[in-house]
T-cell receptor, first 114, second 111 residues
């Protein structure tokens, strides 16, 4: 059974650009959550999608957005990149809603903003 | 919302010794408490979890205890091995449809 797949794994952008990250959940999983991981702030929740609906959103500015498609694949977008957006962005899928069961994480997309 | 605090932030143990990581949470409505292990360059991996109707759960060398009254839960690793070296995160599911994670504990097992 394939795990959670995130693309791209590494990317470098400059300030002001925008970026789109992709996540393919485990087959059959309907929940996809996104987290930002930095050395200073740890794992911070961005948002969760369940059956194409955003169920919850973390405390991030509107520059961070996401969506989920009918096949449960998800994308997140960050517009007008800032240096502080450099981080590892992790996607996690769950067969149930994220707060009730096991999350399976991908390897992450490491974003560097110059 | 939920707040999860985790201690210690770093832990160094001799191979074969035990390691204990403690977490406290704030939302009394939380009822699911997973623990994740993250190795360098990888995403977090679930190693054990516990639900509020259980006080203790064990899986080989790993055990988790939960005290709902005090709102704290702990991870115990016995007979530590070098491959246990990693960053460990606790989490709780209070505060809506999400998991709130602790700050992480970097565990180093010295051979």
């Amino acid at each position: 059974k394939a795990g959670v797949t995130q693309t791209p794994r590494y990317l470098i952008k400059t300030r002001g650009q925008q970026v789109t990250l992709s996540c393919s959940p485990i087959s059959g999983h309907r929940s996809v959550s996104w987290y930002q991981q930095t050395p200073g702030q740890g794992l911070q929740f961005l948002f969760e999608y369940f059956s194409e609906t955003q169920r919850n959103k973390g405390n991030f500015p509107g520059r961070f957005s996401g969506r989920q498609f009918s096949n449960s694949r998800s994308e997140m977008n960050v517009s007008t990149l800032e240096l502080g957006d450099s981080a590892l962005y992790l996607c996690a899928s769950s067969i149930r809603e994220a707060n009730t069961g096991e999350l399976f994480f991908g390897e992450g997309s490491r974003l560097t903003v110059l | 919302g939920e707040n999860v605090e985790q201690h210690p932030s770093t832990l160094s143990v001799q191979e074969g010794d035990s390691a204990v990581i403690k977490c406290t949470y704030s939302d009394s409505a939380s009822n699911y408490f997973p623990w994740y292990k993250q190795e360098l360059g990888k995403g977090p991996q679930l190693i054990i979890d516990i639900r509020s109707n259980v006080g203790e759960k064990k899986d080989q060398r790993i055990a988790v205890t939960l005290n709902k009254t005090a709102k704290h839960f702990s991870l115990h690793i016995t007979e530590t091995q070098p491959e246990d070296s990693a960053v460990y995160f606790c989490a709780a599911n209070g505060g809506g449809n999400k998991l709130t994670f602790g700050g992480g504990t970097r565990v180093l097992v010295k051979p």
